[in-house]
């Protein structure tokens, strides 16, 4: 490998510029996650508004069913090509571009009108949020060709997704309690409106830094050389990488499908609850933002512990595992259980449960640039992540919500519990097995 740090010819980086690239990418990591977990806690206010259905009716599913799973599957077509994009045009434009792209979709879509035009400015965020995870993950790659480093490095700055998880929930929370203090939309004081505008705010710092920001030194060396490869969709399917490929994109399904079609249902679980169903509809806001800030609060933990653990364990194989076995056996109990009877025990089933969901997203971010060589590091890890994660994964969210219509239960939020529970325990059992052909990757990354 070409390692960028030792040889003469390449593009030095001084250690202030690395450590700005890493704050860039922290906070891009940060409002990735902000602008996909906003949509549980505003899409009952919005759909309520904007189309005038009820929670438990035919079109009320029909299109939260459409707002959660529509734009992950746009955002994974995009995000797919946007790989190949970064690794063709680089990987610092192509990620700054694409901030400004869900940060502006932000704001459009908090000033929709239509129930048409909330999904087409959702499915452009989207668009921009897949596309960034994969640029900012091999930029911070190949900054770092020191294994150690780079895996702290990319396992700490991910740590910055569930602080977004943790940061949209409080800015919820915030909407609701004093949005009546903010300027009127519409004549309206809706929270869903300002929350899904706050997306905007990752834009204006960005604006300031980027002529400072450089590109990664490997791609920058190997494309003034000439010597830089063109990437190739097909080429993940060559015999040497067709194995990671296809047990990789497998993975990140089982852990977006656990993470949408189970954890990310808990805001919507807990207004069913019955002690929830009878607060102010102001407190009913409030209580559902809190449930989000105890999951996130448990996603943080675990891409903590996560990170931490992956620095002392060798095994690639074993490290994911301690963290799905027993998510396996705690989606069960959780969901099953403390779903349908008490909010604050449900609260902290939901930290448990997403601690052990979470996690499987760093370790995911982490193992990708290891498997594929330059050229094809942005395009292997934009298939995996996103027809894997962001297409076929999120799609689990699409099949809770219509399960739960065939649950065992009286109540609707009893219903959207039980069938998380069967999601989350079809993908965790599936990722269980996949583990044993996950291949174990080098340590260097690959040339």
Sequence with gaps: MADATHNPTSVHISNPIKWMICAVASLGFLFDIYEVLVAPLVLQPAVMELG??????????????????????????????GGYLADRFGRRRILVWSILLYTVSALSAGMATRMETLLLFRALCFAGVCVEFIAAVAWLAELFPDPKIREAVLGYTQLFSSLGGALVAGAFYLANRFGTDLPAIYGGHSAWRYTLMSGLAPAIPLMLIRPFLPESPQWQQRRSEGTLKRPSVAELFRPEFRRSTIVTALLFACAYGAAFGTVQQSPQIAAGLPEVRLLPTSERGQATAGTQTMQ????????????SLGLLIVSRRTLLRI????????????FFYTGTTSLELFRIGVFIAGFFTIAQLTFLGNYMPRIYPLHLRGTGEGFAANVGGRMLGTSASFVTTHLAAVMPAALPGAQLAYAAAVVGIGVYLLALVLTFWLPEPPEKLPD
């Design 296 to 307: 996130e609060l448990g996603g943080l933990a675990g891409r903590f512990a996560i990170a």
């Design 52 to 81: 005038g259905f009820s929670p438990g009716t035919s079109e009320y599913r029909y299109w939260t069913g459409l707002l959660f799973w529509i734009p992950p599957l746009v955002g994974g077509f995009c995000g797919l090509w």
């Design 323 to 334: 963290f799905l076995i027993p998510g396996l056996i705690v989606t069960a109990i959780v």
